[in-house]
């Protein structure tokens, strides 16, 4: 079925949103921000308001995407993205093929509806640095910090935070000298993805749970395992490979607390 697929927490049931066509390579990369769900894929940037709780105000609604100003770099270029505190401002970071002349930018967006009517609504970059996270990070409230998995190649499957980047428009604040600095981060000493031998990582998600400091993770591994054989090396256990092709893919689920 063609659609996004859209999920109600409160009601528990399942629908699909308008559909996307991104230009390939491009895998959209989807933000909630304000009861507002945007898109960002290839070098496009959409708006999708919720649709309506009740029956009735369906007849003359027209649930589809909205077209935003085109982005000054590419999804695909995105390492790592979050939300403001503020409830409205999307950052990000990307690495490689920005429209600035940059090895890496932090960018930001307001979402907030009357930046929209002003004609206000741009991308603004927030300095040369890049935030420390791979993918999705979270604000924290007991932090006061972001909170994500972090980014550096030598780190995979920690947790790290940083501070909270100030939204004021560096080119008008006093302070932009030090709104170019990449903000203090911290790294946590615990790797939360497998380590086990014959479990390969294919791929793994946090979800802020919304109480102070506590996440689930979620992690998809491969389980690799030799062939399984009965005494003659030409004849295979066929009970035996089915149960081993049964467990090759898992997904390990559990709760993080936060400690820094």
Not at 27 to 54: K, Q, T
Not at 67 to 78: D, G, T, W
Not at 179 to 204: I, N, T
Request: hydrophobic share 35%.
């Amino acid at each position: 079925m063609d659609g996004v697929p859209v999920f109600d927490v409160r009601t528990r049931s399942f629908m699909f949103g308008p559909q996307r066509w991104p230009e390939p390579p491009a895998i959209p990369i989807y933000v909630a921000v304000g009861g507002r769900l945007f898109a960002l894929a290839g070098s496009s940037f959409e708006r999708l308001y919720p649709p309506p709780r009740d029956e009735a105000s369906w007849e003359d609604f027209m649930w589809e995407w909205h077209k935003l100003p085109e982005l000054l770099f590419r999804s695909e270029h995105v390492a790592g993205y979050t939300v403001h505190p503020d409830g409205r401002t999307i950052f990000v970071s990307v690495v490689g093929g920005a429209a600035v002349a940059a090895p890496a930018a932090s960018l930001s967006f307001d979402t907030a509806e009357d930046v929209f009517r002003d004609g206000d609504c741009e991308w603004k970059q927030r300095g040369q640095w890049q935030l420390p996270f791979a993918g999705r990070a979270y604000y924290d409230p007991g932090l006061d910090a972001w909170v994500g998995f972090s980014g550096d190649p030598g780190t995979i499957g920690h947790l790290c935070s940083c501070d909270v980047v100030p939204t004021d428009d560096v080119n008008d604040s006093d302070d932009a000298g030090q709104q170019q600095q990449r903000p203090a981060m911290k790294l946590s000493k615990e790797k939360l993805f497998s380590e086990v031998p014959a479990e390969r990582h294919m791929g793994a998600t946090l979800v802020y749970m919304g109480d102070v400091g506590k996440f689930r993770l979620l992690e998809c591994i491969y389980v690799e395992a030799d062939e399984l054989t009965t005494g003659s090396d030409d004849e295979t256990n066929e009970d035996s490979v089915d149960e081993v092709i049964e467990k090759k893919d898992h997904r390990k689920r559990f709760n993080v607390k936060v400690n820094f």
